[in-house]
């Protein structure tokens, strides 16, 4: 049997993408540095959401590389209870959304995406049935 564990996401600043998450409801679990050959390599950051722990992992490397989001990459999506209230509260913190929120079927949940720092798509999930 499998069990879903976490996702990886390379980032550039962790403070902006902790700031970022943390925002969208995650809760930092801890860190772990990654040594190899006496040198600080990585740093891996855990968070958690809700009960489930340490679905995030983000993965700072220390030698300054950036990264291309490529095309394959879609996004992670969030249910939040109140979509509207999300929104707000992000906007106070300077996460706009992509666009207004939206439905993609008739009598579906409304969505909208935000950005991390560095690019990554979460999408919000109105879970509140409005």
Do not use: W
């Not at 993408?17 to 809760?27: I, M």
């Not at 958690?48 to 300054?64: I, M, P, W």
């Not at 109140?82 to 996460?95: K, M, R």
């Not at 207004?100 to 991390?116: A, H, K, L, Q």
Request: charged share 30%; hydrophobic share 30%; aromatic share 10%.
């Amino acid at each position: 049997m499998a069990t879903y564990l976490h996702t990886m996401l390379r980032i550039t600043d962790p403070e902006q993408s902790r700031s970022f998450y943390e925002a969208l409801g995650f809760t930092f679990s801890r860190d772990m540095d990654i040594v190899r050959d006496g040198e600080l390599e990585a740093t891996n950051y855990f968070y958690s959401l809700g009960d489930d722990e340490n679905v995030l992992e983000l993965t700072f490397n220390h030698d300054g590389r950036t990264y291309d989001l490529g095309t394959g990459y879609g996004h992670i999506a969030i249910g939040v209870d109140d979509l509207d209230a999300t929104l707000g509260q992000l906007q106070e913190q300077g996460i706009e959304p992509e666009r207004e929120p939206y439905r993609v079927r008739e009598g579906g949940s409304r969505i909208c995406f935000v950005r991390d720092p560095d690019g990554y798509r979460a999408e919000l999930i109105d879970r509140s049935g409005k």
